[in-house]
């Protein structure tokens, strides 16, 4: 049997930043990851957006992670030399109903402490952006996009170079709570335990399943995770946009926006499909229902133009008639276990707010 100080589960960006933060604060760290890579589920399957915190309740743990850790993520990936392109975004109102949502954003925006958010009119979004139709936009110049895959390959790099471990092929199995810590049941290649004094549920999609795995914790207190799949379209050839374009946000996500990657190729989505079941297969039926919402602001596009790309799924803590949840960090204090943290429901903005939420589970743990 291994012993380690402290294992996490899952190697998505959440895990690997945890992993990072709690190895740089001296802790021995392993972090056991199911598939044979890093970040093959939802950490690459995301619109790779720095959000600026602009939509949440204020005091929600997503305004607050999202406001830090895009700062936090930006000069990470200054002082890592990680690609990222601070392009900017316009939300815009395309109707009289929705310049009101649209001030309602930037009330909200100021008492999640944005300061930098800039109304234009029609003819200014038409001179920053000639193809895009409305009739009113918020620009955001914080906003920007980064190499999520660099990001993740580089919190890798220092967990390693701190003394820590990333192992893939490693799926979690069972969790038993022990007078110490935890002894961790790990399948594979071979079945093995590790014994371990901290222990943080990075798993994503799955932390319901790794939690309900543990035997001391009261299941009870372990959310359902609903799947909100959506669907990417590639836009072939040059896109005619500079900065990120996103309409008034959905039920259940932000709506079908543009975004651009490094190179500049423009994508559209994601849509909001609830799904039962785990698989990345794409709904290509779906393609009528994204030319008439991208037409909206964007009435000259080519539809033949569009081509089916990923997609990816959310962990959702809400159904599709609910509103909005917020994330979920579930420590010591509200499961009565020492040395353990469950992640539930981290869907957007979780990217952006990676490092802050390795802050968190840091402090957590520290304290618990
Ligand atoms: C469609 C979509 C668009 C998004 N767009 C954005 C965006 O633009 N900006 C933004 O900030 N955020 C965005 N997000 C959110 C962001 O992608 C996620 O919040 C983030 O990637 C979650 O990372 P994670 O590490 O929690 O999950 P994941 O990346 O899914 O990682 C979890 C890992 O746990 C592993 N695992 C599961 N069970 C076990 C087990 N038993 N044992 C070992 N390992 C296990 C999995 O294999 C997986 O690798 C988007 C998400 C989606 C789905």
């Known amino acids: 049997m291994h012993n380690v100080d402290c294992i996490v589960v899952g190697a998505g960006v959440i895990g690997l930043a945890t992993a990072r933060a709690l190895a740089l604060t001296g802790h021995e760290v392993v972090v056991l990851e199911a598939e044979a890579g890093i970040g093959t589920h939802a950490s690459s399957r995301n ?70 958010l800039i109304w234009l009119d029609r003819d200014q979004v038409s001179d920053l952006e000639p193809e895009v139709k409305c009739t009113s936009a918020l620009l955001s110049p914080s906003t920007g996009i980064v190499d999520t895959h660099a990001f993740m390959v580089s919190l890798q790099a220092d967990i390693e170079a701190s003394g820590g471990a990333v192992i893939c092929r490693s799926p979690v199995c069972g969790i038993d709570v022990a007078d110490a810590g935890f002894m961790v049941r790990v399948t594979g290649d071979e079945e093995h335990i590790v014994s371990t004094r901290l222990l943080v549920n990075a798993a994503g999609l799955w932390a319901p399943t790794v939690a309900a795995a543990i035997n001391a914790l009261d299941q009870q207190l372990i959310p359902v995770h609903r799947f909100a799949k959506g669907h990417y379209y590639r836009l072939s050839g040059q896109a005619p946009f500079h900065r990120l374009i996103y309409p008034i946000a959905g039920a259940a996500g932000l709506g079908i926006h543009l975004t651009l990657d490094l190179a500049g190729q423009g994508r559209f989505g994601p849509d909001v499909q609830w799904v039962e079941t785990l698989d990345y297969d794409f709904d290509n039926t779906r393609k009528a229902e994204f030319v008439d919402a991208i037409r909206r602001y964007y009435p000259g596009l080519d539809e033949s133009l569009l081509t089916e790309a990923y997609t990816g799924i959310r962990p959702k803590l809400c159904g599709p008639a609910e509103p909005a949840a917020d994330f979920l960090i579930q420590g010591p204090g509200q499961h009565g276990i020492g040395g353990l943290v469950n992640l539930y429901g981290i869907e957007s903005p ?16 520290s304290t618990g």
């Open 47 to 116: 619109s790779e957006v720095i959000h600026a915190g602009i939509y949440y309740p204020p005091g929600s743990q997503k305004a607050m992670l999202c406001h830090a850790g895009q700062q936090k993520l930006y000069g990470y990936c200054r002082d890592k030399a990680i690609s990222y392109k601070r392009l900017g975004k316009l939300i815009l109102a395309v109707s009289a109903d929705e310049v009101n949502i649209l001030q309602q954003y930037r009330a909200r925006a100021i008492e999640n402490g944005l300061q930098d």
């Open 350 to 365: 979780g990217l952006t707010s990676a490092l802050a939420i390795a802050d968190r589970v840091t402090a957590v743990l």
